[in-house]
Nanobody, 119 residues
């Protein structure tokens, strides 16, 4: 079955760094767009960063210049390097895999990993 398993979350001081990892199984990883999303209590889940099969990336404005998404197809893993962390980055972060083929869409989610940034 399909699984996306996140790791690397934790608690850090403002200005610190974390690297999140998401290891996939059960999918042809190389053909999926991968992404990291986050959700705070009472808010909608939002896209933090995505990376396509060709390596094209997108970031939400609040993390540009601080976060970097990357992927290793051989390891079927997507990473999110988080630098210069701020208290506002405190969220549960979710790994996402998405594939579109014509009108057909396949989407998978990890269970999330908590990131807490203390001021």
């Amino acid at each position: 079955q399909v699984q996306l398993v996140e790791s690397g979350g934790g608690s850090v001081q403002a200005g610190g760094s974390l690297r999140l990892s998401c290891v996939s199984s059960g999918i042809l990883f190389s053909i999926y767009t991968m992404g990291w999303y986050r959700q705070a209590p009472g808010k909608q889940r939002e896209s933090v960063a995505t990376i396509t099969t060709s390596g094209s990336t997108n970031y939400t404005d609040s993390v540009k210049g601080r976060f970097t998404i990357s992927r290793d197809n051989a390891k079927k893993t997507v990473y999110l390097q988080m630098n210069s962390l701020k208290a506002e980055d405190t969220h549960v972060y979710y790994c996402n895999a998405e594939r579109r083929l014509g009108g057909r869409v396949s989407v998978y989610w990890g269970q999330g990993t908590q990131v807490t940034v203390s001021s």
